[in-house]
């Protein structure tokens, strides 16, 4: 068998290493030396194996931080930790007990590893108490599904760079979640945990990289193999391909692999028992095929002109938008909002507007006119454009076009999720280190499909993909049906079916027997495919079962449900990484004494990114940790930019000016200049200006939080109290319920208990002040925020 692979378009140059920001010792540069990731695919399935590096080049002992990413699908399922001939298992735990776990290890020296998620496909790794010189190696296990594409064609996607993301909202008084470059917001409250400060341009290699992927094609032909990076490959027995990773590729940029076959893979449902009892985990694929009958549709287009899109992103963005809007038909009503800090509409357009030639030709003028700039303020189109999609007679359809670098997204999903079970949302993911676990996620609430875009030559390929998704369903109302009783399915919602689009299914079955699916078409008509089961014992579709269900109630817990021990209890018994969870791994010995240096590794320069997309100036800052936090020890040179130590004897060049600002196109309005530091936050045309804040003032349930504390604070004697309650918490009190007021909240648990505090007097009994303190402190306590789950545990 021949198999023909070639690189997809875009793949890195050569680059030369060194230059400004270069940070080095005598025995290397940064704590993270090698990452290697190790796949097995077979059929729809891949089991990777990801080993990470980590060196100590310090005379101290060290604690290292990487916020690195993987694919938002994955399962991870085990951790262990090699050093010093010593092997150590990771054990799941519920979060914070894994961090109390953790930060006793390295407070009595202990060496001692902890991997947490933050989100679907951002993970922080902390590896502690390394000692001078000594190599520490991680490895995480995973099983992946691969992306069904079409009934042909299935992807292989694995990220190897956190981009940084758009941080909107103001910064909050409290404690740090994490060691990253930004402030947490009242909108991303663990932005700091997200955040992993970039590498300047031109840094050498850090990292060395290596990837080595083994395909079975599991009986199907395999034809073609597509790659986003330089490999080769070679054909070993029984008709499988090894695909391997060239030296001198950096973590810049998602590995991808698209695999193509000569034959078009089959319904199946195959079911795997447990190991003990009568339960299993289904895993059911639908090929729907025909034509369907098209229905009048009202489709929204919100596009991302923000300044992360610059360069070929905003172009195939255009040009994605103007193919969508090319197959409208008359009958069909259309809006088209683009949006940076502000959303903009085509001029001379309605809202909903039909698709006629005049008004397509309008649309395409508007998108000709788009230039990136600006910030990511996201969910305000996304609000504008589920608003405008208000007739359910109609197919209602929303189309996200974006890179989806934003760090809000539990506030987007929390306000849109309930809005969206009428409607499809469709997401248009371009980058080459795209947010794919945002835009997978929004997809999922919305019944739809998210289309991954890393080169424009891809484009053409996903833009054919999203139009059979846009077109008319084959059947919707989808419902299971068989012998079997199943629950938990994912995904929760089963959307609709389309020509030539795979759907897949997964969830917990109890009995024998088979099972369907079953729709209505657009003539009214029943639909359904009902595969015969076949068994399996791949214990892979467990795992991947439970990936997804968990990913479904996080998202359900964000929208506002109270899923915290489900998901805890779920991710403990299936052993299945999430955000409520850890992996973390201690050894029993002791390595070394004192605190360890701490450095947080920083991360690549995503492929194609410029210096205004990356806010250089204050990734190199010092930074709330100081620049020792970044990896810095003192300087044997002069210093280099932001407080980051230069190698000895090598002069440090002047900083370099900022580039000037991007005018907008003709007759677009134009972008606020940024605000002085005392105002709101800024929003300019440069990423650095739509990053800046100033500190606002503490909001009531901060303020709740801090009277709280000095009230328990205050001696048990009857005078300390009744003075309190009287000269400091009345007062207080006050202030708060007029601030709740401002803000249109409720004060009424507040403003009951300051009228029951006014009627005290400097005689009142020790019974009455007694009872209201206990009132007090339950009152209280009862309206400040619970410690959210990403801090829990922390020292």
């Known amino acids: 068998m021949t198999v023909r692979i070639h690189e997809l378009p875009d793949s890195p140059q050569d680059r030369h290493d060194g230059g400004i920001g270069a940070l080095r010792t005598d025995r290397g540069n940064l704590p993270l030396d090698s990452v290697d990731v ?112 079409s009934a042909t064609g299935s992807t292989f996607r694995f990220p190897l760079v956190v981009a940084p993301r758009y941080i909107p909202g103001a910064p909050l008084d409290d404690e740090r979640a994490g060691s990253g470059t930004s402030d947490d917001t009242d909108a991303v409250p663990d932005a700091s945990r997200i955040s992993p400060p970039v590498l300047l341009p031109g840094f050498p290699n850090p990292v060395r990289l290596s990837i080595h992927v083994d395909i079975d094609p599991a009986g199907l032909p395999l034809t073609e193999i597509g790659s986003s990076l330089h490999v080769v490959s070679e054909e070993n027995e029984h008709e499988r391909t090894t695909v391997r990773l060239r030296p001198g590729e950096r973590l810049d940029r998602d590995f991808v692999l698209r695999l193509r076959y000569a034959e078009r893979e089959s319904a199946s449902l195959a079911l795997t028992p447990d190991e003990e009892g009568e339960e299993g985990t289904f895993t059911l694929t639908v090929l729907p095929s025909g034509e369907a009958r098209p229905r009048p549709r009202d489709i929204v287009l919100i596009l991302d002109r923000s300044g992360s899109m610059q360069g070929w992103k905003i172009v195939a963005a255009r040009r994605a938008a103007a193919r969508i809007i090319d197959t409208l038909r008359t009958e069909d009503r259309f809006a088209v909002l683009s949006f940076d800090n502000v959303v903009e509409r085509p001029r001379g357009l309605d809202p909903l507007a039909p698709g006629t030639d005049r008004n397509r030709f309008r649309a395409v003028e508007h998108l000709a006119r788009l230039e990136a700039r600006g910030g990511t303020e996201m969910l305000a189109p996304l609000v504008e454009g589920r608003t405008l999609l208000d007739d359910p007679a109609r197919d209602r359809v929303l189309v996200l076009i ?138 892979a579709a467990t795992a991947l079962w439970a990936r997804a269900h968990l990913r479904d109630l996080e998202d359900r817990y964000t929208i506002g449900e109270d899923l915290e021990k489900r998901i805890v209890e779920t991710s403990l018994r299936f052993g299945v990484l999430c955000r409520f969870t850890a992996f973390v791994a201690v050894d029993t010995r002791v390595a070394t004494t004192g605190e360890p240096h701490r450095v947080v590794q920083p991360v690549e320069s995503p492929s194609g990114w410029g210096r205004d997309d990356l806010d250089v100036p204050d990734f190199l800052s010092a930074g709330p940790a100081g620049p020792q936090a970044y990896g810095g020890m003192p300087a044997r040179g002069f210093p280099a930019p932001g407080g980051m130590p230069a190698p000895a004897g090598v002069p440090v060049p002047p900083p370099m000016p900022p580039p000037a600002p991007m005018s907008p196109p003709a007759g677009t309005p134009p972008v606020p200049a940024p605000r002085p530091a005392t105002g709101p936050r800024p929003e300019g045309l440069t990423r650095r200006a739509a990053f800046a804040r100033a500190r606002p003032s503490t909001s ?86 619970r410690r959210p789950f990403w801090k829990r545990g922390r020292s």
């Not at 891809?458 to 109302?477: S, Y």
């Open 402 to 539: 974006t890179d989806g670098q934003v760090g809000n997204e539990d506030q987007i999903l929390a306000r849109l999720g309930p809005e969206l079970r009428d409607v499809r949302v469709h997401t248009v993911g371009i980058d080459r280190a795209v947010n794919a676990g945002f835009l997978n996620r929004l997809a999922d609430l919305g019944g739809g499909r998210c289309e991954l875009v890393e080169s424009e030559d891809r484009l053409d390929e996903a833009m054919e993909d999203l139009h059979n998704r846009i077109a008319a369903p084959i059947a919707t109302g989808l419902r299971l049906s068989g012998d079997l009783d199943v629950d938990s399915v994912a995904p929760a919602r089963l959307g609709s079916l389309f020509p030539g689009v795979p759907l897949v299914i997964s969830g917990r079955y109890r009995g024998t027997g088979s099972l369907g699916v079953h729709g209505t078409t657009a003539d009214g008509e029943a639909w359904q495919q009902r595969p015969d089961a076949v068994g399996t014992t791949d214990r």
């Open 38 to 149: 190790h796949a097995a695919i077979t059929g729809p399935v891949a089991g990777v194996d990801l080993t990470q590096g980590f060196h100590n080049p310090f005379d101290v002992p060290l604690e290292a931080t990487y916020i690195f990413p993987l694919p938002d699908r994955a399962a991870v399922t085990a951790l262990r930790m090699e050093t010093a001939g010593r092997v150590v298992e990771g054990t799941l735990k519920e979060r914070g007990q894994a961090r109390q776990d953790y930060d006793a290890a390295i407070a009595s020296g202990r060496r001692a590893a902890i991997a947490e998620e933050d989100r679907p496909d951002v993970f922080t790794m902390r590896v502690g108490n390394i000692p001078p010189g000594e190599h520490v190696t991680i490895r995480l296990r995973l099983n992946q599904p691969l992306a069904r594409d």
């Open 700 to 785: 009531p349930k901060n303020e709740i939080t801090e009277v709280l504390d000095r009230l328990r604070a205050v001696p048990d004697t009857h005078p300390d109290r009744l003075a309190h309650l009287r000269k400091q918490l009345l007062p207080a009190l006050d202030a708060i319920i007029a601030h709740m007021e401002a803000r249109s909240e409720d004060p009424t648990p507040l403003t009951a208990l300051r009228d029951d505090l006014r009627a005290l007097t400097s005689t009142s009994s020790e019974d009455d002040v007694r009872t209201l303190w206990t009132r007090a402190v339950q009152t209280l306590s009862d309206l400040t925020p």
